[in-house]
Nanobody, 120 residues
């Protein structure tokens, strides 16, 4: 049974930090690209950060220099360190695992999300 369980969300002040975790199980974690998305009320889901199975990373311009994605294959966990938080970072943050198998079949799994609220 595939599971992605996010944790670490909560309330932070502008300029503060939070660290999100996403614990994965039920699939070969090391073979998947891991993504963090976010969705704010009334807005489309936004890709925030990506880390490939090989460790390459990508960040949305809105978070570049402030957020860091990392993964620990021994713990089957992906992290999102969020620093210098801004009010506009407020959203539900979702963890996603993505891979393409034999014949190009896509495998994509989602967590339930964790709320991040940035407020003074």
């Amino acid at each position: 049974q595939v599971q992605l369980v996010e944790s670490g969300g909560g309330l932070a002040q502008p300029g503060g930090s939070l660290r999100l975790s996403c614990a994965a199980s039920g699939f070969t974690f090391s073979s998947y690209t891991m993504n963090w998305y976010r969705q704010a009320p009334g807005k489309e889901r936004e890709l925030v950060a990506v880390i490939t199975s090989g460790g390459s990373t990508y960040y949305a311009d809105s978070v570049k220099g402030r957020f860091t994605i990392s993964r620990d294959s021994a713990k089957n966990t992906v992290y999102l360190q969020m620093n210098s938080l801004k009010l506009e970072d407020t959203a539900v943050y979702l963890c996603n695992a993505d891979a393409r198998g034999v014949g190009g079949k896509r495998y994509s799994y989602w967590g339930q999300g964790t709320q991040v609220t940035v407020s003074s």
